[in-house]
T-cell receptor, first 112, second 117 residues
Framework: KQEVTQIPAALSVPEGENLVLNCSFT??????LQWFRQDPGKGLTSLLL?????REQTSGRLNASLDKSSGRSTLYIAASQPGDSATYLC???????????FGTGTRLLVSP | GAVVSQHPSRVICKSGTSVKIECRSL??????MFWYRQFPKQSLMLMAT?????????EQGVEKDKFLINHASLTLSTLTVTSAHPEDSSFYIC?????????????FGPGTRLLVL
């Protein structure tokens, strides 16, 4: 059974800092991994999707890496801004299934 | 494009009553819809997967008689929480995908906050 864990559970940083969020998964037979953003009481916004054959994806100030063999992914946020404050979720889709297994999330607070 | 809506956005009900939550794909035909539940400060847990015109497939531990899912059309799926109890209070989120999209693409609704008193 796939299990996804995210560290840290919460993170508070001053504006402008670069930061790294971590995601680990137990079953390396994944089809892809996605990073989502969730604002309080809201749905999910897809940020980055990495196919199993890829090692990283970039979008603006965000960079996500994937090391499938070790079961790890990181989300790097450069020059953080207060508007980045949200919960960040990683989710994996196992090969052969359309189901997403979500991690526990990292609550990020960027203070001005 | 690919917008998913949910109604209502929040609902409060008395214990023992039933509540229906709607999930609609506004600009595409959703061949598959997913229902998730999220408890406070926890992650999303998949409850069930439904394909249009077929019975929903429930995840282990999810009571199908308590959480009734209907996907009668390509743009609408409903989740009915029957005989709701306070422990059913949660944030329910649906997502939808369509034939022809990349396998991994799910479009998420904004969620429905359910509070059972």
């Amino acid at each position: 059974k796939q299990e996804v864990t995210q560290i840290p559970a919460a993170l508070s940083v001053p504006e402008g800092e670069n930061l790294v969020l971590n995601c680990s998964f137990t079953d390396s037979a994944i089809y892809n991994l996605q990073w989502f953003r969730q604002d309080p009481g809201k749905g999910l916004t897809s940020l980055l999707l990495i196919q199993s054959s890829q090692r990283e994806q970039t979008s603006g100030r965000l960079n996500a890496s994937l090391d499938k063999s070790s079961g790890r992914s990181t989300l790097y946020i450069a020059a953080s801004q207060p508007g980045d404050s949200a919960t960040y979720l990683c989710a994996v889709m196992n090969t052969g299934f359309q189901k997403l297994v979500f991690g526990t999330g990292t609550r990020l607070l960027v203070s001005p | 494009g690919a917008v998913v809506s949910q109604h209502p956005s929040r609902v409060i009900c008395k214990s023992g009553t039933s509540v229906k939550i709607e999930c609609r794909s506004l600009d595409f035909q959703a061949t598959t819809m997913f229902w998730y539940r999220q408890f406070p400060k926890q992650s999303l847990m998949l409850m069930a997967t439904s394909n249009e015109g077929s019975k929903a497939t429930y995840e282990q531990g999810v009571e199908k008689d308590k959480f009734l899912i209907n996907h009668a059309s390509l743009t609408l799926s409903t989740l009915t929480v029957t005989s709701a109890h306070p422990e059913d209070s949660s944030f329910y989120i649906c997502s939808a995908s369509f034939a022809g999209a990349r396998q991994e693409t799910q479009y998420f609704g904004p969620g429905t906050r359910l509070l059972v008193l």
